[in-house]
């Protein structure tokens, strides 16, 4: 479609060298046309034009002081991107790889995934260039602290609610709510993922993995299939992915294989989990000493993974969840998955598939589901922990639980049932980017030129 053409060429124009953006953005704005055929308002009204651009870009400097005494500089983000909805909402990721691509096509993604929650939140996301790997507490406390400093004009409980992200947990929110606090004089449910000493909700440190297994099992029963007695490969370590795989259990599936950032174990007696949260959770260790105690589980170092993709997508399986982090599941790692029997995929992680992977998934009818619905447990347990905060009122594990079961069937209901209505049924990358816009959308319209 030509206008879509036009205004993605507009924006690599406008916002040269931001690669994952514009990844981001083509994945939606592709799916789109059968709704921009279908509704003139949409173009008459520059939707598009508008989408694309955040409402907001806020870039800072974050100077701090390292154990040694020396003076170090990281780059902060704050990209406030569509407020049609409410507060803007969503994580701050502290790693290295963190630019200005990375922190847009994170918002860009937030604005639909929100959206498709049913929820009163918009879309943002923020971060830095700063590693917590390596850091001690009294470092990361004085960088979150400078960073807080510079954030703070910007958010608030009903204009912006930042939570967590990669490298941003209970401990580094703790820090930047201090401040927060020590700075404005004022108790304000401003950041979600708190501790449950002070305003955290039940279920929150579990919502997205959670999440991302009960969009799976509603996949799966639309099949007439059940996740029990179901072999599973979950990529990444962290909270995510544990919660991915305690949740799999429960449910009567079997993880076999997880991975951080230096490789992959694969254990086909089932992923010892109380051993992943005591090496990850608690001691910080790497996972090649899970075969301390496992010598019959598999490793395979980084730079031992196939040139072509992940080690973690070559193990058999029934089930993939991409949980770790952007584009690590390639074409010829969704060729291997498909080729091994795999029936379902569901994304814990922001855009973990490449484009030509998720053009093989959808092409083979296998059940897919999409990061901005299938990861969307963590932003909706998020708006929850803010209404709890607003009523100053505390519901139980049970009770969020619940209301995250139901979040995630109408998610699944709404991407199926949308992509149903443009000729698409199991298409649910078609069904979920469609009905996120048009939700953003039709307020956008009703709100004016803004």
């Not at 704050?78 to 803007?88: D, K, M, V």
């Amino acid at each position: 479609m030509t206008y879509i053409h036009d205004t993605i060429s507009s924006l690599q124009h406008t916002s040269p060298a931001q690669t994952e953006f514009y990844q981001a953005v083509e994945d939606v704005l592709d799916s789109l046309a059968p709704i921009l055929e279908d509704d003139k308002r949409y173009q008459q009204h520059a939707i598009i034009e508008r989408l694309v651009e955040p409402e907001r870009q806020i870039m800072f400097r974050v100077p701090w002081l390292d154990d040694r005494g020396q003076i170090q500089v990281n780059k902060g983000y704050r990209i406030e991107f569509n407020s049609a909805l409410g507060p803007y909402k969503g994580g701050l990721r502290f790693h290295p790889s963190v630019n200005a691509s990375i922190i847009k096509f994170l918002g860009f993604e937030q604005i639909f995934k929100n959206a498709l929650t049913g929820l009163a939140i918009g879309g943002g996301k923020g971060g830095a260039n700063f590693d917590p790997k390596g850091k001690s507490d009294q470092e990361i406390m004085r960088f979150c602290q400078s960073f807080m400093t510079e954030l703070y004009r910007h958010i608030g409980p009903n204009t912006d609610v930042p939570a967590g992200d990669i490298g941003v947990g209970t401990r580094e929110i703790g820090y930047l709510f201090g401040q927060y606090k020590r700075i404005v004089n004022r108790f304000d449910g401003v950041l979600t993922g708190k501790s449950m000493l002070w305003g955290g909700s039940e279920a929150r440190k579990q919502a997205t993995g959670f999440g991302c297994v009960y969009f799976a099992q509603n996949m799966l029963e639309d099949r007439d299939q059940s996740i029990k007695g179901k072999t599973c490969l979950v990529s990444g370590s962290g909270n995510v992915a544990i919660y991915t795989m305690e949740k799999l259990y429960e449910l009567g599936a079997k993880p076999v294989a997880c991975s951080d950032s230096n490789g992959t174990i694969y254990h086909s007696q089932g992923i010892d989990l109380d051993l992943i949260k005591d090496l990850k959770e608690r001691r910080h260790e790497r996972l090649k000493v899970y075969l301390e105690t496992h010598t019959d589980a598999e490793y395979t170092p980084r730079e031992d993974y196939p040139e072509d993709g992940h080690s973690i997508w070559r193990y058999q399986a029934d089930l993939a969840f991409p949980c770790a982090t952007q584009n690590e599941l390639t074409e010829r790692d969704a060729q291997c998955l498909l080729e091994n029997g795999c029936s379902a995929i569901a994304e814990g992680a922001n855009m973990p598939s490449t484009q030509a992977a998720v053009d093989l998934f959808v092409e083979a009818g296998v059940a897919y589901g999409p990061g901005k619905a299938a990861n969307a447990g963590g932003v909706a347990t998020s708006q929850l922990e803010m209404a709890q905060n607003a009523g100053m009122r505390h519901w139980s594990f049970a009770e969020v639980d619940q209301r995250l079961q139901e979040i995630m069937r109408h998610i699944y209901c709404t991407s199926r049932d949308t992509a149903a209505r443009y000729g698409s049924e199991r298409n649910l990358v078609l069904g979920a980017n469609i009905a996120g816009f048009k939700r953003v959308a039709d307020a956008m319209i009703e709100q004016g030129l803004v």
